[in-house]
């Protein structure tokens, strides 16, 4: 039989985010939604919130490591 091997997921809240990316509060939601004045500021690749509650949202740690690892990729091909 296969062993699996299954990772926890964790979410980790927007302050976080915050720390891990050095993005601002405000650059963060730039990133997520696309702004017609400000083309550049939306990021397809970025990873999207989940909800944790009514009015809190979180975001799946591994994913924001991985686009944080695929931005130090791009800039280092640059």
Known sequence: ???QIQTALTIIRR???EARTGLSRSSIYA???HNPKRPGDYDP???KPVSVGAKAVG???SEVEAWIVAQIQ?????
């Open 74 to 78: 791009k800039s280092r091909k640059a």
């Open 31 to 33: 990133r997520l939604r």
């Open 45 to 47: 690749t970025f990873p």
């Open 1 to 3: 039989m296969a062993v």
């Open 59 to 61: 975001w799946i740690e």
């Open 15 to 17: 302050k976080q985010v």
